[in-house]
């Protein structure tokens, strides 16, 4: 659904990279092309660390960005059966089989509800709205409108719209702060419309499936006492497009 630049940068070879240049490499006319760029950066204490920025070049953490992370470092090397590495938001358990890779997520302490529209936490900053219209048309016009509102203008919100399913299933649309864009996925998004969904229904289950427009992810969870949510996990796959060479245009 999302795709991602990856730059091996364990010997840091890639550790002056700019903003400008990472900006141009996203950049879908004139650069590679891509929803961010993700850089794996040597660790001390972990298996890696991921230095993840949006196509605009701001700093963030990304979920589908985190799983693809693993799917890269393995082929540098490192051992991805089960690991840690750190994040903008902190550390990260995951594990890799043939066909999936799970990552978990950050705590989910509280879930802010007002009608039928949501703000949480899951890693970035999610605004999601229930929805049966999750057009990309619909979106689109509805992300701009809450992200750039005087609310969360200056710090920038991602916004999903949320069509239910069944009390275990729901489709979302997502709009991402930094792409400014709809994207045919998101990995916190998809948690945070998973987790919005079981706080309205409390289906009794631990996991709920999200179709995005770019395919299909599964969400594992527990409830905390608290209305919260702990032991949250991202699962799905990661494909590997290609890889290649560029020239980077010197500042």
Avoid at 125 to 133: A, M
Wanted: net charge negative; charged share 25%.
């Amino acid at each position: 659904g999302n795709d991602f630049i990856l730059l091996d940068n364990l010997s840091g070879s890639f550790n002056d990279l700019t903003i400008t240049q990472i900006k141009e490499l996203c950049d879908r006319k004139l650069g590679i092309g891509a929803d961010g760029l993700i850089k794996i950066n040597h660790s001390y204490s972990k298996a890696f660390e991921m230095d993840y920025y949006n196509s605009d070049g701001s700093k963030s953490f990304c979920g589908n960005g985190a799983r693809c992370a693993v799917a890269f470092a393995e082929t540098l090397g490192i051992e991805v059966s089960e690991l840690t590495f750190d994040a903008i938001d902190g550390s990260h358990w995951a594990s890799k089989t043939a066909n999936d890779i799970k990552i978990q997520m950050v705590n989910v302490e509280n879930v802010h509800a007002f009608e039928n529209e949501f703000e949480l936490y899951t890693g970035s900053p999610h605004y999601v709205k229930i929805s049966d219209d999750i057009s990309s048309e619909t979106i689109l016009n509805f992300g701009k409108s809450i992200r750039f509102s005087p609310k969360y203008n200056s710090e920038g919100i991602n916004v999903n719209l949320l069509k239910g399913i069944s009390p275990t299933k729901i489709e979302i649309a997502s709009y991402e702060r930094g792409v400014e864009e709809e994207t045919l996925s998101c990995g916190t998004g998809a948690t945070a419309c998973a987790l919005v969904w079981d706080k309205i229904h409390n289906s009794g289950t631990n996991f709920i499936e999200v179709k995005a427009k770019g395919g299909n992810l599964k969400i594992e969870f527990k409830r905390d006492s608290f209305n919260g949510y702990y032991d949250i996990f991202l699962v799905g796959p990661a494909n590997f497009v290609y890889s290649g060479e560029i020239n980077l245009i010197k500042e």
